[in-house]
């Protein structure tokens, strides 16, 4: 058996410019944390033949062209994998469409088990590359490069991406002290909305391949709160980080008018009102979790805890995605 974990992330600054609409226009950055919380994907031998793939549904398949989930099959067929006695399983501690970047979590850790089938151990630099060349060429996703490089790096990890592709990966130096007053100062909140990632982020797709301005101008101040994220982050300057992240809310609000609600609007001006400096929905938007940067976390926690959302503990991690057990 081979077991395989992938960590889910937090994006800190500048999400949205990864997007090839507008990267490949003008670069983009940003800076994400990789936290512990996984998606898993376990893959075995079976008995007798037949493909077995295991996630919210269960499939049964003759070959790997049968199979309908559309990440799977492509992984097969990438790594070159066609035999017929396989079963592939996958559990996360967070379920998808919640803006924790599950998709990218799962392709990573799924392309790792496969390579290990061969025998074979992927540098993290190619495990993001083919994961994106999965969803993003292949299966056509408007996504971005984002979520299957913080997931295969780990850490708190800046990127830069190029208008040619290619991505610079640099993690954020952060003294023990700083990785400590950085955790301490986050609380991360779901808000009971889930949605598809694909869907919220179609209209910035498409507005930014019409070289729509506003959608271009928003995107280029969202960058540059990416650049100035790494500089506080390094710093350990939780002041710093919550001022930056509710500017980032308010230029990602004018993305989309779907980008929020009024309950998610209410409990934000709530948290501000009670020890948050700052915070913004994590991911594409529309639902998922709330992440806030607070110097009062006692008087956070207990403000939105009135109001019964429900808070999700977390550390960072260090680690990418990562073969357990072969």
Not at 62 to 74: F, K, L, Q
Request: glycine share 12%.
């Amino acid at each position: 058996m081979i077991v395989v974990r992938s960590p889910l992330r937090l994006s800190l600054g500048g999400g949205g410019t990864d997007l090839p609409s507008f990267s490949r226009r003008e670069g983009g950055a940003l800076v994400a944390a990789a936290i512990d919380k996984y998606v898993y994907v376990t893959l075995h031998r079976t008995f007798e033949p037949g493909l077995i793939v295991k996630y919210s549904s269960v499939e049964r398949a003759a070959s790997r062209e049968e199979i309908r989930h559309p990440i799977v099959r492509e992984a097969l067929k990438l790594v070159g994998i066609d035999e017929t006695d396989l079963e592939i399983a996958s559990m996360a501690d967070i379920p998808a469409g919640t803006g924790l970047g599950s998709s990218g979590s799962f392709t990573t850790a799924l392309l790792a088990a496969l390579h290990a089938l061969r025998g074979n151990d992927v540098a993290p630099a190619l495990l993001a590359e083919q994961a994106c060349e999965i969803e993003m060429v292949r299966l056509g996703e408007p996504v971005g490069r984002q979520d299957p490089y913080i997931a295969a790096h780990g850490g708190v990890t800046a990127f830069a991406f190029a208008e040619d592709d290619r991505v610079a990966v640099s993690p954020v130096p952060l003294s023990r002290d700083a990785w400590t007053r950085l955790e301490e100062g986050l609380v991360l909140i779901f808000t009971g909305f889930s949605r598809s990632a694909s869907a919220v982020l179609k209209e910035q797709d498409d507005r930014s391949r019409s070289e729509d301005p506003e959608m271009l101008g928003n995107l280029r101040v969202v960058k540059e709160i990416g650049q100035r994220s790494r500089a506080v982050l390094e710093a350990g300057d939780v002041e710093g980080l919550g001022r930056l992240m509710n500017e980032h809310w308010e230029w990602k609000k004018r993305r989309s008018a779907a980008m929020s609600n009024p309950a998610i609007d209410a409990w934000y001006e709530l948290a501000l009102g009670n020890g948050a400096l700052g915070g913004k929905l994590v991911g594409a938007g529309g639902g998922g979790f709330l992440l806030f940067c607070c110097v009062d976390r006692p008087r956070l926690r207990a403000a939105l805890g009135g109001t019964g959302l429900r808070e999700v503990p977390f550390r960072f991690e260090r680690e990418g995605t990562r073969v357990l057990l072969r």
